[in-house]
């Protein structure tokens, strides 16, 4: 090996590994943008709400979800129940108080998804309810996820009402509504009009 070539060898080898980093799967920060949200079908279903992991670790945040004595939701992790609410498990240590999750209010319509609202202890949903008030009143072991019997108020969105926003879910290919969910749909429009 020539001098020149040595030298450009390690020049090459020195770039590569101040790049490296950064680009390595768990250290990256993760990038949110409207684009991170889609039709909330193409997510995993667990029970009434749907799951994901931006970092490609679906397999971790199943398991959590899926187990009996609840666990720690992996980081990339993404949770709805509504097409226009989500949570996202950020990096460890991004807010302590949260538990590091980051709430979500989205605008969603066929042209895609706007986040309305983010951030931690102060996001507040449609209904003027502060997300992780509620969120944090789950028993420890559940992670601030609440589904129904975790310890946090009930939500006035019953179970047919979720069902029925998830299958309008304007950025999804349309799917019938049972008529069950068509009433509760026409409920759910009433709580906005009165
Ligand atoms: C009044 C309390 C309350 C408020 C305020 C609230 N939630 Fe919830 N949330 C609940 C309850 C209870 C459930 C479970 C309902 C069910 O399973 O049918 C739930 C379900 C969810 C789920 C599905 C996972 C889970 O925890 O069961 C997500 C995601 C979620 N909420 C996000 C949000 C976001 C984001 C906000 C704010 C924009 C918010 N919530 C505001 C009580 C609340």
Redesign the pocket.
């Known amino acids: 090996m020539t001098i020149i070539s040595k030298i450009l060898t390690t020049a090459a080898l020195m770039t590569t590994f101040t790049i490296m980093p950064a680009s390595i799967g768990s250290t990256e920060e993760l990038t949110i943008t409207p684009d991170t949200f889609s039709c909330i079908s193409e997510l995993t279903p667990v ?3 749907f799951i994901g992991n931006l970092k490609g670790n679906l397999d971790a945040t199943l398991a959590v979800a899926k187990s009996e004595t609840g666990g720690k939701y992996p980081e990339g992790s993404i ?4 097409p226009t ?3 996202v498990k950020r990096e460890a240590g991004f807010n302590t108080k949260t538990n590091d999750w980051e ?3 989205l605008t969603v319509s066929k042209q895609g998804t706007e986040i309305h ?1 983010r951030g931690f202890e102060d ?3 449609r ?1 003027g ?3 992780f ?3 944090e009143r ?1 028993e420890e072991q559940w992670d ?5 019997e ?1 310890g ?4 006035s ?3 047919a009402m ?1 069902r029925a926003l998830q299958k309008t879910d304007p950025r999804c290919a349309s799917t019938k509504l049972t008529e069950e969910e068509a009433e509760a749909l026409q409920d759910f429009k009433d709580m906005f009009d009165n």
């Open positions: 029970r009434g709400f949770i709805q129940l509504i609410e989500a949570m709430f979500f209010e609202r996001v507040v949903n209904f309810g502060n997300c008030e509620c969120h789950a601030m996820v609440c589904e129904m975790h946090c108020d009930p939500i969105v019953s179970r979720s």
